[in-house]
């Protein structure tokens, strides 16, 4: 089964540091970029970050709101993605989305369940 | 910065065709991918490059692009339609951008 699974989410104070992890299978992991993509309560999606494939040198991107304070990395021998997030703030609070991009297709095509990250004191 | 632009809400009778729009720059020069969330619930990708779809995604749904504009189009709408609906492009300086995201109600 094609999937994506998303674990580390939880609650943070302001300032500190969190990491969530996703664990893929069912599907070749390592031809794949892999994005984090968070949705605040009852808003809209909102793409957070990038780690590209061995070919494109496993290089990152990532999104002007977390950029300096969030991490992208990958272990393509454990079939994982890792999002370290650091001095977090209150507006970081959503529900993460661990989600692959389809060589082909250039979208989406695999999502996780995601993970729900509270930052608050 | 690359904006896309949604309708808030979109309401169809129940089997009537509903469109949803995605409105940016020159959007016909991307590549156009459509998701579809449903309440709990991760995205789903329905359509892909502007007018393809995944495998087990019904062929009710379509999509174009032109000009400004980026329509999804959902035929013989069913309740099991219901659902936000969100565009997405790649721009080579904002990266990754989704459309606000559009409330589809099946009336």
Redesign the interface.
Known sequence: EVQLVESGGGLAQPGGSLRVSCAASGFTFSDHHM?W?RQAPGK????VG?VRDKDNSYTT?Y?ASVKGRFTISRDDSKNSVILQMNSLKTEDTAVY?CAAT?PS?????I????TTVTVSS | SYGLTQPLSVSVALGQTASITCEGHNIVGKFVHWYQQKPGQAPVLVIYRDSHRPSGIPERFSGSNSGNTATLTISRAQAGDEADYYCQVWDYSTYVVFGGGTKLTVL
């Open positions: 994005d993509v809209g999606l909102e793409w990038r991107d999104a989305y389809s297709a250039g979208a989406f095509d999502w996780g369940q995601g």
